[in-house]
């Protein structure tokens, strides 16, 4: 067995049974590897960025690590986006780059750069393996840290010498420290603040958006009055019919300080305090309320469902009963495409226990609340702000989740960063259904520009926020990647693709033309 | 005037007068102060690698700097693969990176990353601006270290308060120290080896491989009987017709070694001794004979062009005359696609003076030595070994270069990472036409499996070296973008598309099934 083979047979027996790889010349023996390792999957991607995400809507999915295989500096820089947008969500990783034998590299080749060096800039974890008979025990560490209950990235670089060496064999399993983090005293102070009567909002992220823990905050506010809400972007939330809906602290710092200003006290659970996204001239960067208290009951990584348990006992929640998402009204997505005609299709259209993987920036941002009395589902958003995260996400929560439809929602500015995906799906067989929101333009930056104090832009400025020219035919784009696509121009149009795209298997892609 | 208008100020002032753009919400008064900064070309990328690739195409041709302008953390990590090329090619370029207000950082909003560590992971040059005041003067740092004759990466990180404070105006260019780097010493030893008798060889790399001094090469070569060559990848050789024709050192291990043998001596200038592209057991990586003895006259980035004319004297050769490649036979393009066909096609269709962008890498390998006989062109080819290199640089190169026609080759792998670049070249209407030479696999990694020694790959190892399910459409690709395209089959159908395609301006696309 060689080194190569000892990391592979580690992976697959600590349950790491998905990679996705762009792998070259430096990885050959992980490739050949791969035929004698029955228990792996590898999905082969066009770019890094794909693989990346991938592996972050999977673990999203999974609760568990893919891994990823990646070419020298070069390969893990064209991934480091997406592997940013993963650090942001909690999203574990095992990231395996190849290098040159260590023996190489003081001659300088041409694909040798910093590679240590990037790594450890986007890796919560990075290791460069010395030997063959240590890859093993390496790789089990990594597995570790991408797998524990506060998922980190964890990169591993191996070396030509290393992967083609002599190993003993596989690495046994290890098993990380997964501390509950909860402060037990900003646990009472929320308690006796969710008791005292003072407006509270109720702050959650991570795994405490999932249905359970959802039910559990929603008896606490049935009980206590409090607002359950989420940020504006979480990894996962489950939502639609039958399940606790939460607000959704608004994006653009005014309203969302609007939105904050009438509570008192903040109590997070798995989420930190609310922030802006960027920093504008003359508005604060802390949006809460002058005054506000917040008690951090656990940190992103943290147990929010054992928080909430926790907490609902001190409130003496459990007998509550919590509202729930009533099934709202069918019909009526008729007309022009506006955002509330998008947002009717797709409350329709949404299969039940669908994965919705959400990057329509401008449009999402006001069809989202409107979505809620969809039939159960699970809605992924993008944490790190990195465009181009939705398609390969996409990839990796359908590779996941092979009994379930994907419904990738992204704008087109957003999905020419990473439209390399679709390639993958076509060729995995994947069932996701992308939507691109085609407006001809990066919206987001023309509302910005008066957000930012930066004025109007002027004819040079606005030819850099807009996409318009040549227009973009994301259905010739998906068939040159063997995807079948269709546009449409209207709410009826819109709905009847979305029906006949999840109607049978396999990837689809719908333009909506704006 | 604020912060970004004197960057802009400074940067056009000092002659960097294109910006390759993928702009976001902190790079907004950038965007503003463009309209406002008549001397900037700005191009919009969908896709950061697009935009580093197309500054390492615009130095190469221009030999000056271009601007990119990318988007915090991410955005400057997309960027990496194709840095990393231009950096081991020589290329200088300032990278302005917008990034959150300094007083912003603390709340660790979700585009917050570890940026200056990627940025020096990757730059020779890296600083953050701390004051609008301060960011014209470093600006014009950044533009003396990439303007230089060992020209460098320059990232400039512009925080949104450094953008939108006051500023008292653009700072003057600082002019860089440029150095000859000649080595006095090895310059007398490699004069006593050319005229010594024992068998010499000259590589040459940088600008040495440019006409001029390739021209002087050419006399020494004629004088002394040394052989003149290249590294097997070059930033840019002037070659063809009536130009002195340099062999090329092979890019295998074994035939490279076998081409090296029989010389005594090793002259370098604007490059260095040999290496193997990647390591391999049992192989070396240091390429030369045993005993052979190395004269590194001058580094990359050091005067070429005086070294060979310093020696040219050292051995009396001014008055020699240079051989020059001659008019090859034109005709016999027929029948199948082959290298020997597809090379038919390319001397004789190559126009004088284009812009031939090489990164076809198991055909270019073929091609090369049988194109030598075409009109004067030049040919980049890329020098860090991260693919999706050649679509970007060709875009650069035609925005440098508006009257010269652009070839742009690209295996079909190699084209999928920063396809993008078509999109670029058809909103710039820029003069490039693309030859996507699909054989519909990783070809090289097949062939590399057998190099390393990883034995013969197995079906599950070869998905991952073949891209042919489902087949990739790149006449549907660039439709997608706004380019024409054609797919050829046959060597007459190929030149017929190439005629075709050069005839008329603007970007075009020609799918060559291999």
């Not at 997406?82 to 034998?101: K, L, P, Q, W």
């Not at 670089?157 to 083609?164: E, N, Q, R």
């Not at 940020?231 to 809906?245: D, L, N």
């Not at 929640?317 to 069918?330: D, I, L, Y």
Request: proline fraction near 6%; charge should be neutral; charged fraction near 20%.
């Amino acid at each position: 067995m060689n080194g190569a083979e000892s990391l592979l047979a580690t992976m697959t027996g600590a349950g790491v049974e998905t990679c996705f790889a762009n792998p070259g010349t430096s990885e050959m023996h992980f490739l050949a590897a791969v035929d004698r390792a029955p228990g792996l999957r590898c999905a082969l991607t066009l770019f890094e960025g794909v693989a990346a995400g991938a592996a972050d809507g999977y673990f999203r999915m999974a609760d568990k690590p893919a891994a990823t295989l990646l070419h020298l500096g070069p390969g893990l820089a064209n991934g480091m986006a997406n592997i940013h947008n993963a650090r942001r969500a909690g999203s574990g990783m095992v990231n395996v780059v190849g290098d040159h034998a260590s023996a190489h590299l003081q001659y300088d080749a041409p694909l040798t750069s910093d590679l240590m060096g990037m790594a450890r800039a986007i890796s919560h974890w990075t290791h460069r393996s010395q030997t063959s008979a240590d890859v093993a025990r390496d790789a089990a560490a990594a597995i570790a840290r991408a797998g524990a209950r506060k998922a980190e990235i964890a990169t591993l670089v191996l070396p030509g010498d290393v992967a083609w060496g002599p190993s003993s064999g596989p690495a046994p399993l290890v098993r990380a420290q997964d501390d509950s983090r909860i402060d037990a005293h900003a646990l009472e102070s929320a308690a006796r603040a969710l008791l005292g009567g003072e407006p509270t909002l109720v702050i959650l992220g991570g795994r405490a958006l999932r249905a359970g823990p959802l039910d559990i905050a929603g008896r606490i506010g049935a009980k206590t009055g409090c607002v359950v809400a989420a940020q504006f972007f979480s990894a996962r939330i489950e939502r639609g019919v039958g399940r606790v809906a939460v607000s959704r602290i608004p994006y653009a710092v005014d309203p969302a300080i609007a939105f904050l200003k009438p509570f008192r006290h903040l109590v997070m659970i798995e989420t930190g305090e609310p922030v802006a996204f960027f920093s504008y001239p003359d508005k604060p960067s802390l949006l809460k309320a002058d005054g506000a208290r917040s008690h951090q009951v656990c940190p992103a990584g943290g147990d929010g469902l054992a928080a909430l348990e926790a907490l609902c006992d001190l409130v003496q929640a459990r007998a509550a009963r919590a509202q729930v998402q009533p099934r709202a009204q069918r019909g009526g997505a008729r007309g022009p495409l506006t955002p509330q005609s998008v947002a009717d299709v797709l409350r329709d259209g949404l299969p039940e226990n669908c994965i919705l993987v959400d990057e329509s920036l401008t449009t999402g941002r006001e069809t989202y609340a409107l979505t809620g009395g969809a039939a159960p589902h699970d809605t992924l958003q993008n944490m790190g702000g990195s465009i181009g995260f939705s398609p390969p996400a996409s990839t990796g929560a359908a590779m996941a989740c092979p009994d379930r439809k994907v419904v990738c929602m992204v704008g087109d500015g957003s999905a020419m960063y990473t439209i390399q995906a679709l390639w993958t799906q076509a060729r995995e067989g994947l069932d996701v259904t992308t939507i691109i929101f085609a407006n001809r333009r990066y919206q987001i930056l023309n509302n910005e520009s008066v957000n930012m104090g930066a004025g109007a832009l002027g004819p040079k400025s606005l030819e850099l926020t807009s996409i318009d020219r040549p227009e973009l035919d994301f259905v010739a784009l998906a068939k040159g990647m063997g995807v079948p696509g269709v546009r449409v121009e209207d709410a009826e149009g819109f709905a009847d693709a979305l029906a006949r795209a999840l109607a049978a298997p396999g990837p689809k892609l719908i333009e909506v033309r704006l």
